[in-house]
C-alpha cells in the first residue's frame, strides 16, 4: 500500500521560508518520478514541481525561482524548499509519485494528508 506523509508545512509571513518533506513507502521509491502539488480553498489544483528518478527537475512558473525541488533516495524522501514566499502559495501541499500524477479522485484518494502552508501579507 502506497503512504506518503507529508511534513514541515506552518504558518509564516510573507518573503518567509519553509522545507517540505514527504516520506514515501510501499513503492520502488528510486525508480518514481516525485511531484508536488497544492490545493487551495477556491481554486485548482496545482502541480508545483517535479523531480525526476535523475534528479532532474520541473518548476511550475508560478514558483520559479522561489521552490527548489529535491530528493534523497536513501531515505524514501522527497523536499520542497519554499523561500520568497507569498500570499498566493497558501495551500495544502501534497506529494505524490508519477502513478498518482493526477488532479482526479482517483490520484486524490491515494495521496496522504498533505501539509498546510499559510503565508500573511
Known amino acids: 500500500e502506497v503512504q506518503l506523509v507529508e511534513s514541515g508545512g506552518g504558518s509564516v509571513q510573507a518573503g518567509g521560508s519553509l522545507r517540505l518533506s514527504c516520506t514515501a513507502s510501499?513503492?520502488?521509491?528510486?525508480?518514481?518520478?516525485m511531484g508536488w502539488y497544492r490545493q487551495a480553498p477556491g481554486k485548482e489544483c496545482e502541480l508545483v514541481s517535479i523531480?525526476?528518478?535523475?534528479?532532474?527537475?520541473t518548476t511550475a512558473n508560478s514558483v520559479k525561482g522561489r521552490f527548489t525541488v529535491s530528493r534523497d533516495n536513501a531515505t524514501s524522501t522527497v523536499y520542497l524548499q519554499m523561500n520568497s514566499l507569498k500570499p498566493e502559495d497558501t495551500a495544502v501541499y501534497h506529494c505524490?509519485?508519477?502513478?498518482?500524477?493526477?488532479?482526479?479522485?482517483?490520484?486524490?484518494?491515494?495521496w496522504g494528508q498533505g501539509t498546510q502552508v499559510t503565508v500573511s501579507s
Open positions: 505524490a509519485p508519477d502513478f498518482l500524477f493526477s488532479c482526479g479522485d482517483y490520484a486524490r484518494r491515494h
Open positions: 510501499g513503492f520502488t521509491f528510486d525508480a518514481a518520478n
Open positions: 523531480v525526476g528518478t535523475d534528479g532532474s527537475t
